[in-house]
């Protein structure tokens, strides 16, 4: 069993401290919540128990928002145009909250960028609240804690919620299996931009989004949208529910967020007519419970003291070419298990 949990149906002891920050985040305090996401952040056991517990106490108050993924290519304006329909919404009456993924130092492992550097406008708005983590070279640079964090915010009275990654990557699947809507940007390269895309990710997408559609760029973005709609037409739709649509926007303008807006509405009523909103997330809460036992599971092997005075040696042969890392791993998950992987 993972540390602080317990049995299905059973609520594990919970301290007063717990406590006391479940009361500040559902009261909406953000000092309590920034501190709930730098615990449920950390890797330290004792943590992770006190994580558990706190996220237990919380759950009957999540799952409220809209949860919204952005991906696309550098240079696409993602934070740019995620500042500005964030203020947008806010200036509406909803409450935004932003969990930006950074480049991660490859010598420290923190944070390259920040909200204060990137979302300034939005970092000063009350009912915004941005956090910037490292993706500590997590692949399509969600850190493996965004679940959790997504969920804090929400508790919090959070009612629309948006994760920024770092860019287009093979695992960008991470974030789109989290989140209720994922929006791919685009910039009005047109077929250029296009060609950057992995056909993958096209067909991830449930809204794209054309940005920079202002000035001279005014009619290569219509253009660009027009090949999008195009390339869409010949991909099979996530749901059959709903055909994601393309849209064109300025974020310095602020034109074509009502749009945006719009059709993210559209998308939420069209899924929950269907009940696929539903069967979604707990498609996504099965799988984030299997991915948390093969972590679970590597971290447990890692710290098996049998394992360890092993694994020097046997990593030495798989260098020097001795050996094959399919024999090193299977003779380390004997040692782990105490029985052979295949026994004869």
Known sequence: MIA????????????????????????GQRRALARAITLVESTRADHRAQAS???????PATGRSIRVGFSGPPGVGKSTFIEAFGTHLVRAGHKVAVLAVDPSSSLSGGSILGDKTRMETLAREANAFIRPSPSSGTLGGVTRRTREAMLLLEAAGFDVVFIETVGVGQSETAVADMVDLF?????????????????GIMELADLLVVTKADGDLAQPAQRAAAELRAALHLMRPKVSCWRPKVLTVSSVA??????????????????DGAGELARMRAE?????????????????????????????????????????????????????????????
């Open 53 to 59: 517990r706190l996220l237990e106490r919380l759950l």
């Open 183 to 199: 929006v791919l940007l685009a910039s009005p390269a047109g077929g250029d931009d296009l060609q950057g895309i992995k056909r």
């Open 284 to 344: 996504q809460a099965r799988a984030a419970l299997w991915r948390e036992i093969e972590d679970g599971l590597v971290t447990a092997l890692k710290d098996n003291p049998a394992v360890a005075a092993e694994a020097p040696a046997l990593e030495a042969a798989v260098v020097s070419g001795a050996t094959t890392p399919t024999l090193a791993a299977e003779r380390l998950l004997t040692v782990f298990l105490g029985r052979p992987v295949r026994p004869d």
């Open 4 to 27: 602080g949990s317990s049995p299905a149906g059973q609520k594990a002891p919970i301290s007063h401290h717990t406590a006391s920050l479940a009361d500040g985040i559902l009261a």
């Open 254 to 271: 602020a034109r074509g967020l009502d749009e945006v807006w719009a059709v993210i509405g559209e998308f939420r009523a069209a899924m």
